[in-house]
């Protein structure tokens, strides 16, 4: 990638304005200032990086102002990305956490601990399942967990997992099997 050729700015100098522009763009939509440098530092290498492509110089010689606002925008879906990936993480790490401790309902509800017999025996058998869940074969229990405790579609596990949505019926129906069996006998044992 060779140097960008400018009519008039130093290379340099035309860095230095859209690190400024992405910079106050980012900070017009609400990012603090550690997210307002990372978002214009990738909004700056994003431009950089196609500096010579068509589209590129056709927004640079519109003149400065549109410019400027192409930069705006840039700098705008990159901190939207950045948020939502940030988002993403959040939910995953929440996710992970719903498998070791509470159960969904009950974060939903805000309620630390179950307050009424019926919330208490709901909560356990969750657990429980949960439990059972993380003691199946692999495959298994990626697709249960996914299915029965992050509540997704067979459709979004099948784009997840990248297997087809056959497969993740098949592993569904292996765990709900072997589940059954296991609580059935944990029933058993419990009533006896």
């Known amino acids: 990638m060779g ?4 009519t008039g700015d130093r290379p340099e100098l035309e860095l230095k304005r859209i690190l400024t522009v992405a910079r106050a763009a980012a900070l ?14 990738t909004t700056a290498v994003k431009l950089w990086s196609k500096w010579q492509t068509e589209h590129i110089r056709r927004a640079r010689r519109r003149g400065r102002e549109r410019w400027e606002g192409y930069v705006r925008r840039a700098a705008r879906n990159v901190h939207y990305d950045l948020v939502r990936s940030h988002q993403r993480r959040i939910d ?16 939903r509800l805000g309620l630390a601990v179950p307050a009424s017999p019926e919330q208490i025996e ?5 657990s429980m399942i949960a439990e059972e869940i993380m003691r199946l074969p692999t495959r298994q229990r990626q697709v249960a967990a ?8 067979v459709s979004e596990v099948a784009l997840d997992l990248n297997i087809q949505p056959q497969s993740v019926r098949k592993h569904l129906r292996r765990a709900r099997r072997t589940l059954q069996v296991r609580l059935s006998e944990f029933d058993d044992h419990g009533r006896g």
Do not use: F, Y
Request: glycine share 4%.
């Open 146 to 153: 996914r299915i029965c405790l992050e509540e997704m579609t």
């Open 92 to 107: 995953r790490q929440h996710r992970a956490a719903n498998l070791a401790c509470a159960s969904i309902e009950s974060l």
């Open 3 to 6: 140097k960008p050729r400018h």
């Open 122 to 126: 709901a909560h356990l058998g969750r």
């Open 28 to 41: 017009a939509v609400g990012a603090n200032d550690h997210e307002a440098d990372e978002v214009a530092q």
